[in-house]
Nanobody, 130 residues
Framework: QVQLVESGGGSVQPGDSLRLSCAAS????????TGWFRQAPGKGLEIVAG????????IYGDFVKGRFAITRDSSTKTVYLQMNNLQSEDTGDYSC???????????????????????WGQGTAVTVSP
């Protein structure tokens, strides 16, 4: 069984930065994806960013527009989400999920994760306000 623990959320002002962390432990697949998702108040879950523990290029939600970067530290099985130039519309609950790749593309597994087919962490709140 896999466990995920997120950290790094908080309250910031527009234009500020935050770095979220997602630390994985337990019985992790040899080839897996980790993704960050968010849910704004009153809205559905949306993909923020995702990557694998392999050589695949990361993917980002369209709204990111170069402001966020997802990276990993393979030695600690931790995935980071660096968020820069945060805006009020970035407010929401951010969660990370992980899933074995299972022979699918990163976009395919991220779509599955968006529907809930993955292991989730407990989430961390991000609030952006003046």
């Amino acid at each position: 069984q896999v466990q995920l623990v997120e950290s790094g959320g908080g309250s910031v002002q527009p234009g500020d930065s935050l770095r979220l962390s997602c630390a994985a432990s337990g019985d992790i697949s040899d080839y897996y994806a980790t993704g960050w998702f968010r849910q704004a108040p009153g809205k559905g879950l949306e993909i923020v960013a995702g990557l694998t523990n392999g050589a695949d290029d990361p993917i980002y939600g369209d709204f990111v527009k170069g402001r966020f970067a997802i990276t990993r530290d393979s030695s600690t099985k931790t995935v980071y989400l660096q968020m820069n130039n945060l805006q009020s519309e970035d407010t929401g609950d951010y969660s990370c999920g992980t899933i074995p790749m299972g022979g699918y593309s990163l976009r395919e597994v991220m779509a599955a994760m968006e529907k809930g087919y993955c292991t989730w962490g407990q989430g961390t709140a991000v609030t952006v306000s003046p």
